[in-house]
C-alpha cells in the first residue's frame, strides 16, 4: 500500500529558494493597509518571477484537508493499472480522468506534431495524473472510482476531493481580489471571471525510479512548460525535484523546494494573455530530485496541483491599463477562455 504523501512538518532544507517571495496569506483576507501592501507584493512577485510561495493558506484550506487528500491520491494510485484505466482520460473539452505514464508530454509546443518532436528526442514523463472537475457540468462527469479492496478509503474519495476543490476555488477567488487590488482594479473586478469553478484539480503521482534513468541528463519527470490557465495551487510532498526558470539575463533554473507551511502558486498563460504580459507565466519542469536516492532509485513523489482558469464561457482580452504597450495596444487577440484551453490541452495529448 502507498503511503500518505504529505506531512506538513517536513520540508527540504536543502537548495536555493531565496529569490522566491514569501507572500502570507492573512492581510488579503482582510481589509486594512496591510492588505493592499500585500496585493502589491502579489503583483510584484507575479510580474517579476512568475512563482510565490503563499504562507497561512490553512486560513481558507485546512491541514488535515490537504493531508486527506494526499492519502486519498496514495491509495488511488496504488490500485491495479486496470481499475485506473477504467476511469481514462477521454477529452479536452473534458479534461477529467486518469492518464497513464506516458499519454501526456507536458512541453512549450502548441500542436501534436511538435508534442511528438519533443516525445521523440526528450522521452516520455515519468508520471501518471487523475483530474477532477466541477461537479454538475453538462457533458462532462467526473470519473468517480468504484468502492475497491481500500474499503471507506474508496468510498470518501469522491467527497475528499469536491470538498477540497471547493476550498481551492475560494482561494482562487481570494487571490484574484487580491491581484484587482494590486493592479489598481475593483476589488471584485475578477469575481465575474471566476463565479463558476470552471477548474481543474489534478492528483499527481511520479513512481519510483532507478537513478540510472536520468543518467544521459535528457529524462525528467515533468518536461518543462508553463501552464495554461489563470493560476495553479501546487501542494508538494518533501521529495523535491521543481525547478523554475530564472527572471534574469543569467537564465538557469531555480529549486522550488518544498517549505513547511507553504504552497507553490504560479500564474499562467491566460493570465499573462490577459495583462498583456505584465504578468509572467514562467516556464517549469520536475526533475530528477537533489535528494539522496535510496539503493540506487529516487522514491515515488506526490503532489496536488489546481489549476485555476476564468469561468469558460468568458471573453479574455487585455486589463485596463495593460494595453499601453510600445505599440499602444494588446500584444494578443481577445480569446474564449474555454476555447483556449481546449486547443492546448488538444495539443498535449
Same mark, same amino acid.
Given at each position: 500500500m502507498?503511503?500518505?504523501a504529505?506531512t506538513?512538518?517536513?520540508?527540504?532544507s536543502?537548495g536555493?529558494?531565496a529569490?522566491?517571495? !514569501?507572500i502570507?496569506?492573512e492581510?488579503?483576507?482582510?481589509? &486594512?493597509?496591510a492588505?493592499?501592501d500585500?496585493?502589491q507584493?502579489l503583483?510584484?512577485?507575479f510580474?517579476?518571477? *512568475?512563482?510565490?510561495?503563499?504562507?497561512?493558506y490553512?486560513?481558507?484550506i485546512?491541514?488535515? !484537508?490537504?493531508?486527506?487528500?494526499?492519502?486519498q491520491s496514495?491509495?488511488?494510485?496504488?490500485? %491495479?493499472l486496470k481499475e485506473?484505466e477504467a !476511469?481514462e482520460w477521454?477529452?479536452?473539452?473534458?479534461?477529467?480522468?486518469?492518464t497513464?505514464?506516458?499519454?501526456e508530454?507536458?512541453s512549450q509546443a502548441?500542436t501534436r506534431?511538435d508534442v =511528438?518532436?519533443v516525445?521523440e528526442?526528450a522521452g516520455e514523463d515519468?508520471?501518471e @495524473?487523475?483530474?477532477i472537475?466541477r461537479?454538475?457540468?453538462?457533458g462532462?462527469?467526473?470519473?468517480? %472510482?468504484?468502492?475497491?479492496?481500500?474499503?471507506?478509503?474508496?468510498? @470518501?474519495?469522491q467527497?475528499?476531493m #469536491?470538498?477540497?476543490f471547493?476550498?481551492c476555488?475560494?482561494l482562487h477567488r481570494?487571490? #484574484?481580489?487580491?491581484l484587482?487590488i494590486g #493592479?489598481?482594479?475593483d476589488?471584485?473586478?475578477?469575481?465575474g471571471?471566476?463565479?463558476n *469553478?470552471?477548474n481543474?484539480?489534478r492528483?499527481?503521482?511520479?513512481?519510483?525510479?532507478?537513478?540510472?534513468?536520468?543518467k544521459?541528463?535528457?529524462?525528467v519527470?515533468?518536461?518543462e512548460h508553463?501552464?495554461?490557465? &489563470?493560476?495553479?495551487?501546487l501542494f508538494q510532498?518533501k &521529495?523535491?525535484?521543481?525547478?523554475v526558470?530564472?527572471?534574469?539575463e543569467?537564465?538557469?533554473?531555480?529549486?522550488?523546494?518544498?517549505?513547511s *507551511?507553504?504552497?507553490?502558486v504560479?500564474a499562467?498563460?491566460l493570465l =499573462?494573455r490577459?495583462?498583456?504580459?505584465l504578468?509572467r507565466?514562467?516556464?517549469?519542469?520536475?526533475?530528477e530530485?537533489?535528494?539522496e536516492p535510496?539503493a540506487?532509485?529516487? %522514491?515515488?513523489r506526490y503532489?496536488?496541483?489546481y489549476?485555476c482558469? %476564468?469561468?469558460f464561457d468568458r471573453t479574455i482580452e487585455?486589463?485596463?491599463?495593460?494595453s499601453e504597450?510600445?505599440q499602444?495596444?494588446?500584444r494578443y487577440?481577445?480569446?474564449?477562455?474555454g476555447e483556449?484551453l481546449?486547443q492546448?490541452l488538444?495539443a498535449?495529448y
Open positions: 502507498a503511503p500518505a504529505f506538513e512538518d517536513e520540508s527540504l536543502t536555493d529558494h529569490t522566491l517571495p !514569501l502570507p496569506l492581510p488579503l483576507l482582510e481589509d &486594512s493597509l492588505t493592499r500585500t496585493a507584493k503583483l510584484s512577485a510580474r517579476n518571477e *512568475g512563482f510565490l510561495y503563499l504562507s497561512d490553512s486560513k481558507a485546512p491541514t488535515g !484537508l490537504v493531508k486527506d487528500v494526499f492519502a496514495a491509495h488511488f494510485f496504488d490500485r %491495479p485506473k !476511469l477521454d477529452s479536452a473539452r473534458s479534461n477529467r480522468g486518469y497513464r505514464q506516458g499519454r508530454k507536458t502548441l506534431q =511528438a518532436r516525445r528526442s515519468i508520471k @495524473s487523475f483530474e472537475g461537479e454538475n457540468e453538462d462532462c462527469p467526473n470519473h468517480w %472510482p468504484s468502492l475497491g479492496d481500500d474499503g471507506l478509503k474508496a468510498s @470518501s474519495f467527497t475528499t #469536491m470538498r477540497f471547493d476550498c476555488k475560494t481570494i487571490l #484574484m481580489r487580491g484587482a #493592479m489598481g482594479l476589488e471584485t473586478f475578477f469575481d471571471f471566476v463565479r *469553478g470552471d481543474t484539480l492528483l499527481l503521482h511520479y513512481p519510483e525510479v532507478p537513478c540510472s534513468v536520468f544521459d541528463g535528457n529524462r519527470r515533468a518536461g508553463t501552464d495554461y490557465g &489563470s493560476l495553479t495551487l510532498d &521529495s523535491g525535484g521543481l525547478q526558470e530564472r527572471p534574469t543569467a537564465g538557469g533554473w531555480l529549486d522550488v523546494v518544498p517549505i *507551511g507553504t504552497i507553490v504560479n499562467g498563460d =499573462a490577459w495583462s498583456n504580459d504578468i507565466s514562467t516556464k517549469h519542469r520536475v526533475i530530485p537533489a535528494a535510496i540506487d532509485s529516487h %522514491p515515488a503532489s496536488v496541483a489549476f482558469n %476564468p469561468d487585455a486589463l485596463p491599463k495593460t504597450t510600445s499602444g495596444s494588446s487577440a481577445s480569446v474564449n477562455s483556449y481546449v492546448r488538444t498535449t
